[in-house]
Structures are given as structure tokens and as C-alpha cells.
T-cell receptor, first 115, second 112 residues
Framework: AAGVIQSPRHLIKEKRETATLKCYPI?????VYWYQQGPGQDPQFLIS???????DKGSIPDRFSAQQFSDYHSELNMSSLELGDSALYFC??????????????FGSGTQLSVL | SQQGEEDPQALSIQEGENATMNCSYK?????LQWYRQNSGRGLVHLIL?????REKHSGRLRVTLDTSKKSSSLLITASRAADTASYFC????????????FGQGTRLTINP
């Protein structure tokens, strides 16, 4: 069965550079979530989208932005990268019509290292 | 502050023993979910228990929910080396929030 696809798997950037992370949800899933997980930390909710509209927002820095496209894939854009942005970034998807708070399907994540 | 707090933070047991992990949360919820994460990998959904349920089973997993105490426990019976992973509880806040809030996780090590 198709899963959530994230790219790239690993990304190395310098401070003050920009990065774009991509997420392709499970086919027919209409809701996408982004999480950030620092080393040894729990996943922190960043932002979610339903039907291409932002549906919820968490602790996402102003330097970050995200959007969901017509094919439901999502991109997380990160600018002016800081050392503290180094983390594992997960995308997850779900089917909204099943109701809020249904189980999420996670991708394998993008490991971002800021040097 | 964290919505979910997990206890213990780390647990090491022998293969075949049972492992119990606890989770507490602060606000009212629609449901509580448990996820598993192998090191550096994505989270995998294990089980979901709704706020009107008290106990749920799935294979070797047993989850309880006590909404009066705002706590849940995950029991893994007859543990196996392959169960070694981090386990997180996650809560969805009521009022239709489109997100899950994760606890800090329990690092479980099963020794062969």
C-alpha cells in the first residue's frame, strides 16, 4: 500500500540558507500535518492543511511557511535557517471525512542538518 | 507546556516480560492514540482509544484510559526484542482541532 512520501530524506544546509521540504500524502488523503522533532524530543506540531487551506497552526516560526497544492501534496519552506532548526521533520496525512483526531499516517521524515 | 507527559522516560526489561507505559494529559480530549517510533524513523500508529472507552486491546497491546484522572496506559505483553522503540501517546484536543499533541515518549529497550 502507498505510504506518505517525503523528500528529501536528508538535507544539509548552511545558516541563513533556505530549505524546501516536500510531502506527498497517501492517495485520497486530504489533510496534511507537519511536525518537527529535535533529538530526543517529542514531535512538535507545526501546521496542518485541509483541502489546501490552513486548518491549524502550532509552534511554527515566522521564518517557515507551508502550503498544500491542488494535488494535495504539501511543501514546507524554511528561510534564514538557524542551527536550532536542525531536526527531523515529519509529514503525516489523514482523511478528514473520518473526523478530526483520526489516526495519522507518517512519512519517514526529512533529517535537516544546519551547519 | 506539554499536553502529554509520559512515564517512565526510559524502560529496560527482559524479553518475555510485560512493559507498561503511562501517559497523562491536561485538557479534555476526543481520543488518545499511541504511536511507536524506531530510532530516526517515522511514527507508526498502534492503537486509538476514544474518550468514551475505558479499555482496548490489539494483539499484545492493551490500552486503558481514565478520563477522570486524565491518564492512559499502554501494556505490551510478552515483549520481544523487536518491540524495542520509543512509544508516544498523542491526544487530539476536543473542538475539532486538526492536530495531535504528542507526549515526551518512553524509550523501551527489550533485552534478549
Amino acid at each position: 500500500a502507498a505510504g506518505v512520501i517525503q523528500s528529501p530524506r536528508h538535507l544539509i544546509k548552511e545558516k541563513r540558507e533556505t530549505a524546501t521540504l516536500k510531502c506527498y500524502p497517501i492517495p485520497r488523503h486530504d489533510t496534511v500535518y507537519w511536525y518537527q522533532q529535535g533529538p530526543g524530543q517529542d514531535p512538535q506540531f507545526l501546521i496542518s492543511f485541509y483541502e489546501k487551506m490552513q486548518s491549524d497552526k502550532g509552534s511554527i516560526p515566522d521564518r517557515f511557511s507551508a502550503q498544500q497544492f491542488s494535488d494535495y501534496h504539501s511543501e514546507l519552506n524554511m528561510s534564514s535557517l538557524e542551527l536550532g532548526d536542525s531536526a527531523l521533520y515529519f509529514c503525516a496525512s489523514s482523511l478528514h471525512s473520518r473526523g478530526p483526531g483520526e489516526k495519522l499516517f507518517f512519512g519517514s521524515g526529512t533529517q535537516l542538518s544546519v551547519l | 507546556s506539554q499536553q502529554g507527559e509520559e512515564d517512565p522516560q526510559a524502560l529496560s526489561i527482559q524479553e518475555g516480560e510485560n512493559a507498561t507505559m503511562n501517559c497523562s494529559y491536561k485538557t479534555s480530549i476526543n481520543n488518545l492514540q499511541w504511536y511507536r517510533q524506531n530510532s530516526g524513523r517515522g511514527l507508526v500508529h498502534l492503537i486509538l482509544i476514544r474518550s468514551n472507552e475505558r479499555e482496548k486491546h490489539s494483539g499484545r497491546l492493551r490500552v486503558t484510559l481514565d478520563t477522570s484522572k486524565k491518564s492512559s496506559s499502554l501494556l505490551i505483553t510478552a515483549s520481544r526484542a523487536a518491540d524495542t522503540a520509543s512509544y508516544f501517546c498523542a491526544t487530539d484536543l476536543s473542538q475539532g482541532a486538526q492536530k495531535l499533541v504528542f507526549g515526551q515518549g518512553t524509550r523501551l529497550t527489550i533485552n534478549p
